[in-house]
């Protein structure tokens, strides 16, 4: 009896043992994945949420901003409601994010302290002002509070 045959404590060999808990792995991701395609829902793409991509276009154009997507993408993302842009647009996770982005300090090796543009920011209250207008305030306030300096030219 070779090594590889030799019974375990179960009375199974470490080569069946093994290939066991590789099919339990495997049946396992599978409805891992069955249960992930069910739930997932993409966002609606409807006349409404392609009205507010294209809304947010043209915002950006008249602001001589650069779209970051197509109008197809930006539908996907944003949907109806903003997305994530607009899930929680001031928190605290948020603001963390932004300060770490645009007004660092230089708080690391290797990380130079910047002043950020105010045009920086002007993508986001585009889409908060399509997309969730009641928060515009909010990040407004925020935004007033940080010193962005005018270093992009058009």
């Given at each position: 009896m070779t090594h590889e045959e030799r019974p375990t404590l179960h009375g199974l060999s470490d080569r069946r043992r093994h290939r066991r808990e590789l099919w339990a792995v495997a049946v396992l991701l599978v409805i891992l994945a069955v249960v992930l395609l069910l739930v997932y829902k993409p966002a609606p793409n409807n006349h409404l949420a392609q009205a507010k991509a294209h809304r947010v276009e043209a915002l950006y154009a008249a602001h001589g901003l650069t779209v970051p997507a197509d109008d197809?993408?930006?539908?996907?993302?944003?949907?109806?409601?903003?997305?994530s842009v607009c899930a929680a647009p001031t928190?605290?996770?948020?603001?963390?994010?932004?300060?770490?982005?645009?007004?660092?300090?230089?708080?690391t090796v290797g990380i130079?302290?910047?002043?950020?543009?105010?045009?920086?920011?002007?993508?986001?209250?585009?889409?908060?002002?399509?997309?969730?207008?009641?928060?515009?305030?909010?990040?407004?306030?925020?935004?007033?509070?940080?010193?962005?300096?005018?270093?992009i030219r058009k």
């Open positions: 197809r993408t930006l539908t996907s993302i944003l949907g109806t409601n903003g997305g928190s605290a996770l948020t603001k963390a994010q932004q300060d770490l982005s645009y007004a660092n300090g230089g708080a130079r302290p910047i002043r950020a543009d105010r045009r920086v920011v002007e993508g986001e209250q585009i889409i908060i002002q399509v997309y969730c207008p009641k928060n515009l305030a909010a990040l407004n306030k925020y935004v007033n509070a940080k010193r962005y300096d005018a270093v």
